[in-house]
Nanobody
Framework: HVQLVESGGGSVQAGGSLRLSCAAS????????MGWFRQAPGKEREGVAA????????YYADSVKGRYTISRDNAKSTAYLHLSSLTTEDTAVYYC?????????????WGQGTQVTVS
């Protein structure tokens, strides 16, 4: 079965950086788009970045463009999200997710989330 496990969250000062990881298992990794979402207290979950694991095409929300970088290592079945120039507005639980294909950005499988706190 599909399993997604995030790691790398934590507390960081404003202006700092973090790298989140999402290890996937239970399917052929390079067939499905991976995405990162976040949910801040009292707010709806929002998509921040996604990557086509086949050709490496990336997508970013305007709010994180230029500050976040999504990447993947297909040999490790792992997606990464590098967060930089962090502000308190970036505080949220970050989730990785798997889409239904590399070309249909609908996400149906989710990790448990990892907390990022910026102070």
């Amino acid at each position: 079965h599909v399993q997604l496990v995030e790691s790398g969250g934590g507390s960081v000062q404003a202006g700092g950086s973090l790298r989140l990881s999402c290890a996937a298992s239970g399917y052929t990794y390079s067939t499905f788009c991976m995405g990162w979402f976040r949910q801040a207290p009292g707010k709806e979950r929002e998509g921040v970045a996604a990557i086509n694991t086949d050709d490496g095409t990336t997508y970013y929300a305007d709010s994180v463009k230029g500050r976040y970088t999504i990447s993947r290592d297909n040999a490790k079945s792992t997606a990464y999200l590098h967060l930089s120039s962090l502000t308190t507005e970036d505080t949220a639980v970050y989730y990785c997710a798997r889409a239904y294909s590399n070309y249909i950005l609908l996400f149906g499988y989710w990790g448990q989330g990892t907390q990022v706190t910026v102070s």
